[in-house]
């Protein structure tokens, strides 16, 4: 069994429901993110770097081409549940984009996604949880793999934050006094 990389002294069962929880939230900040897009210019790309569609259409790729997948192999008890994947995932996704020009639909996509794989996490038993997902480059097990999902997402959504942030501060918005 591979370690997991953040342990803590609560049951397994306990940090696996957090981590559930902590999947679920993403649902929720998509949600949020649907009511600030359409004031921002989501197709910008400052200075050469991406723009929030591009970082929402990672997302997207992670979730569509490498942990949905996993996990469904996982909760189908599938002897290779991540055939030639590596588990270094963040490298396939640095130039993911997409063909959604509608920032709205893409969320929407985004959040059918999310709300399948909590659903696949959530069906997953105790056993499950601690077993090893074999890669090209190494094993993880599952707890260890849900943990560097979340991580994933609130790193992407973080850069999505400091991305509005920054577009906001540039603008000239009137204080009324």
């Known amino acids: 069994m591979a370690l997991h990389e953040n342990p803590t002294n609560e049951p397994i069962e306990v940090a696996f429901r957090n981590?559930?929880?902590?999947?679920?939230?993403?649902?929720?900040?998509?949600?949020?993110?649907?009511?600030?897009?359409?004031?921002?210019?989501?197709?910008?790309?400052?200075l050469g770097q991406e723009s929030v569609l591009d970082i929402l259409a990672r997302i997207g790729t992670a979730h569509d081409q490498f942990f949905l997948p996993v996990f469904d192999r996982v909760q189908r008890r599938e002897a290779n549940a991540a055939p030639g994947l590596s588990s270094n995932?963040?490298?396939r996704l640095k130039k993911a984009t997409t063909s959604e020009e509608d920032p709205?639909?893409?969320?929407?996509?985004?959040i059918s996604q999310r709300i399948a794989l909590v659903g696949t996490l959530e069906k997953l038993d105790a056993s499950a949880i601690l077993r090893d997902i074999s890669f090209k480059d190494g094993k993880t097990d599952v707890l260890?793999?849900?943990?560097r999902m979340v991580r994933f997402d609130?790193?992407?959504?973080?850069?999505?934050?400091?991305?509005?942030?920054?577009?906001?501060?540039k603008r000239h918005v009137p204080i009324d006094r």
Request: aromatic share 6%; no cysteine.
């Open 154 to 169: 609130r790193n992407q959504l973080k850069q999505i934050a400091e991305r509005m942030l920054a577009m906001d501060t």
């Open 19 to 46: 981590l559930i929880q902590d999947a679920a939230w993403l649902t929720e900040e998509l949600e949020s993110l649907k009511q600030m897009l359409p004031e921002i210019p989501f197709a910008d790309r400052p």
């Open 89 to 91: 995932f963040e490298t």
């Open 104 to 110: 709205l639909k893409l969320l929407d996509m985004l």
């Open 144 to 147: 260890t793999l849900i943990a």
